[in-house]
């Protein structure tokens, strides 16, 4: 049986299932990225519930595997040569798992570099944006009197969606007629804008064509439906 004592994170969430991927996270938009890929690409994994209410990303146990205090992370008891490799940051991640398995990224040169651009776009832009809508809108930030930073987000949010919806233009994904690793990284933060943020309205949701009908196609693919309620909550 792999032996994964030497991760500190392993005394306060001890993996029952060793030999497994081990996956420290919960359903976020970012977190979510990670619980998709898995249950499209099949790998057996082990989830393991972060509470970030609780502050459970910046316990030492958990530090030591991201010392970034963020979810997601993991372990994979078999990394390259067989040895544990334990890896953060989301796309990161997702890179990671689609080159172990060979699935959900192209592997010519010119069609992978170009679904890592979207991935990137996703990482550096939609989700820094989208988040700060959801900041500004729906959390503590909706209290502030100076309206000027959610205008501001909610109008760089508007224009990345114009991006996307440019893009997905007579494509069925971001990649064209593959489902690739870019779609599952920005799947969950669109869900997220429009649904649990609320600001479908603010940032003129119902006039988009293209990515409405993506989010749909995402939506209903059943390794999607289980990936955006894992790791389950207590």
């Given at each position: 049986?792999?032996?994964?004592?030497?991760?500190?994170?392993?005394?306060?969430?001890?993996?029952?299932?060793?030999?497994?991927?081990?996956?420290?996270?919960?359903?976020?938009?970012?977190?979510?990225?990670?619980s998709i890929m898995l249950e499209e690409i099949g790998l057996p994994y082990e989830?393991?519930?972060?509470?970030?209410?609780?502050?459970?990303?910046?316990?030492?146990?958990?530090?030591?595997?991201?010392?970034?205090?963020?979810?997601?992370?993991?372990?994979?008891?078999?990394?390259?040569?067989?040895?544990?490799?334990?890896?953060?940051?989301?796309?990161?991640?997702?890179?990671?798992?689609?080159?172990?398995?060979?699935?959900?990224?192209?592997?010519?040169?010119?069609?992978?570099?170009?679904?890592?651009?979207?991935?990137?776009?996703?990482?550096?832009?939609?989700?820094?944006?989208?988040?700060?809508?959801?900041?500004?809108?729906?959390?503590?930030?909706?209290?502030?009197?100076?309206?000027?930073?959610?205008?501001?987000?909610?109008?760089?949010?508007?224009?990345?969606?114009?991006?996307?919806?440019?893009?997905?233009?007579?494509?069925?994904?971001?990649?064209?007629?593959?489902?690739?690793?870019?779609?599952?990284a920005t799947l969950g933060w669109v869900r997220n804008l429009i649904g649990f943020?609320?600001?479908?309205?603010?940032?003129?949701?119902?006039?988009?064509?293209?990515?409405?009908?993506?989010?749909?196609?995402?939506?209903?693919?059943?390794?999607?439906?289980?990936?955006?309620?894992?790791?389950?909550?207590?």
């Amino acid at each position: 049986m792999t032996d994964l004592s030497a991760f500190a994170i392993t005394r306060r969430w001890p993996a029952q299932h060793p030999d497994r991927l081990q996956l420290y996270s919960l359903p976020t938009p970012n977190g979510v990225k990670v619980s998709i890929m898995l249950e499209e690409i099949g790998l057996p994994y082990e989830p393991h519930f972060i509470d970030i209410g609780q502050n459970e990303t910046w316990t030492p146990e958990f530090l030591s595997l991201n010392p970034n205090g963020k979810i997601p992370a993991i372990i994979d008891p078999d990394g390259p040569g067989g040895a544990p490799l334990a890896l953060f940051e989301s796309g990161a991640i997702l890179v990671y798992l689609a080159e172990k398995t060979g699935k959900l990224l192209p592997t010519a040169p010119a069609e992978r570099y170009e679904t890592l651009e979207w991935v990137f776009f996703q990482m550096a832009a939609i989700g820094p944006m989208f988040g700060q809508v959801g900041f500004f809108h729906k959390f503590a930030g909706r209290e502030y009197e100076d309206k000027r930073p959610l205008e501001r987000y909610v109008a760089e949010s508007k224009r990345l969606l114009g991006v996307l919806e440019t893009r997905l233009a007579g494509r069925d994904w971001i990649m064209g007629d593959a489902y690739t690793i870019a779609d599952v990284a920005t799947l969950g933060w669109v869900r997220n804008l429009i649904g649990f943020y609320g600001a479908g309205d603010l940032v003129d949701y119902g006039a988009l064509k293209n990515v409405p009908a993506w989010l749909e196609r995402g939506l209903a693919r059943p390794a999607v439906q289980r990936g955006l309620e894992l790791p389950k909550r207590p």
